[in-house]
């Protein structure tokens, strides 16, 4: 393989194989440089024959109708369910069938669009919100939750752009790959036509405009490269920018300044395999459960399909309290959780558990946290990190996503063919266009 190419993608995630599909595209030759062994990034399935699904220990979720996962599912022909079941909530020591989570929060993003005269954290409007303490708690769980996200950090003016986006996309309603999340990325990996150097960690780029040298050393350390090409796109995660995992010569100042005004949020999940769905008698048709207060706030069933699986999901502070912790008492916690929840001895839990999938991201070196949030003030710094440098160096991620749709696959794939139409159009007349990133 020749180390040369017009472009350089750094980094195998959705961002970085849907830029390097619109690069093809327009005939360019795209040479992508990805750590991994394997593609996909956040997105990791694992194929279990001891398991009826699929088991995810990244993205699961397809929130709402994206386009952009949805083209890709009917063009590659992927089945994609809906999720539909009972939603469940302990409280106060009781299970009980409980509203669907988006339409108890509801009325709370009502308050929040009123009250938000500027930017302030999710905490300072909950101090001065007309809500009662149960709201409360069930809001707060929900933005933790979802958004991996402190609440005295989060902006405010950022969860109503992604709200909108939500409504948009119609994000109430959520969807699996039934063949796995591996599958989109398989779907979106232009086969036969790129050029893909697995094993390849890159840890400086040296730019001009109009030229790139990449220098990498593959995961035991044996260097390679030099890589050069006229332009470089680096999708590499906020989390691994932030902890200057790669250096820039000349730095890009402005756009790393933008990298650590935003923020990593931290998620542990873990899907434990039983010998029988013991839940189905306590909590009949059970898709999601949620226990507000808990160490782990957020389960769920594969439901619709059918398998003896709980995932356990802990997000935000709770995700950042079980970074980097021993599997094993990870796992534990998950178990004494259940035991509480469904008022279940310990003997009995620990003899249904047959197995147990987690990944942690917080400590992976390739992604060095979850996905990224908006913390209060920075509602400009996902623009600017996205902005190309001379036409020459650009980044683009998850957290590069324009249209409230930061820290989800869809919004990935939609930044990562933005900036690579971006590059493009400086290519073409040096000239910019658009506002935001929707491809
Ligand atoms: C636990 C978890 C659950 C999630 N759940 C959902 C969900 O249900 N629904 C949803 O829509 N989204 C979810 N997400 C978010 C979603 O996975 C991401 O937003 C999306 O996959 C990010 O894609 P990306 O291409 O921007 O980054 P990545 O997928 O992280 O790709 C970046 C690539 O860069 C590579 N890289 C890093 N450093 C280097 C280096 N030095 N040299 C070369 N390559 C490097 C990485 O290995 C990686 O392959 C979840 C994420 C996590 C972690």
């Known amino acids: 393989m020749t180390n040369h190419a017009d472009v350089l993608v750094v980094g195998a995630g959705v961002a970085g194989l849907a830029a390097a599909g619109e690069f093809l595209s327009a005939g360019l030759d795209v040479l992508i440089l990805e750590a991994r062994d394997r593609l996909g990034g956040r997105i990791y399935t694992v194929h279990d024959p001891m398991m009826a699904v699929p088991v995810e220990l990244g993205a699961e979720f397809v929130h709402g109708m994206p386009r952009e996962i949805f083209d890709i599912a009917a063009a590659a022909r992927l089945g994609i369910c809906e999720l539909d079941g009972e939603s ?31 930017d302030m954290s999710f905490q300072e409007f909950l101090d001065h919100a007309d809500l009662d303490p149960d709201t409360k708690i069930w809001a707060t769980s929900y933005v933790e939750g ?35 999340y591996d599958s989109l990325v398989q779907a979106l990996l232009p086969t036969g036509r790129v050029r893909l150097h697995l094993n390849a960690v890159v840890s400086e780029v040296r730019w001009r405009p109009g030229h790139v040298e990449v220098i990498a050393h593959s995961r035991t350390g044996h260097p390679i490269g030099p890589f050069k090409a006229e332009r470089v796109l680096v999708t590499v995660p906020l989390g691994v920018l932030q902890q200057n995992a790669i250096r820039f010569v000349p730095e890009p100042a402005e756009a790393l300044a933008a990298a650590l005004r935003l923020e990593m949020g931290s998620v542990i999940r873990v899907t434990l395999r039983f010998r029988e769905a013991f839940w189905e008698d306590r909590a009949p048709r059970l898709s999601f459960l949620h226990s507000p207060g808990l ?42 959780t259940l035991e509480k929840i469904f008022g279940m001895g310990r003997a009995h839990i620990e003899d249904l558990l047959e197995y147990w999938y987690m990944h942690d991201w917080q400590t992976d070196p390739f992604s060095r946290g979850a996905y990224s ?3 209060v003030g920075a509602l400009d710094a996902r623009r600017t990190l996205a902005e190309p440098i001379e036409g020459t160096l650009a980044f683009a991620g998850e957290a590069t996503c324009l249209e409230g749709a930061g820290g989800s696959v869809h919004g990935a794939i939609s930044a990562g063919r933005w900036a690579a139409r971006r590059l493009l159009e400086k290519l073409e007349c040096g000239q910019a266009s658009g506002s935001g990133n929707k491809a």
């Open 88 to 118: 469940w909530t302990y409280r106060r020591g009781r299970l009980v069938r409980s509203a669907e989570l988006f339409e108890s929060i509801g009325p709370v993003f009502e308050q929040m669009r009123e009250a938000a005269t500027y």
């Open 146 to 180: 979802f958004n991996a996200a402190r609440r005295e950090r989060i902006s405010v003016l950022s969860l109503l752009e992604d709200e909108e986006e939500t409504r948009r996309v119609h994000g109430d309603r959520a969807f699996r790959i039934f063949s796995g």
């Open 295 to 336: 160490a782990f706030p957020t389960w769920w069933t594969p439901h619709p399909a059918i398998a003896p699986v709980l995932t356990a999901w802990a997000a935000g502070p709770n995700g950042e309290a079980l970074a980097g912790a021993d599997e094993k008492a990870i796992v534990d916690l998950a178990t004494s």
């Open 373 to 375: 949030y908006v913390p």
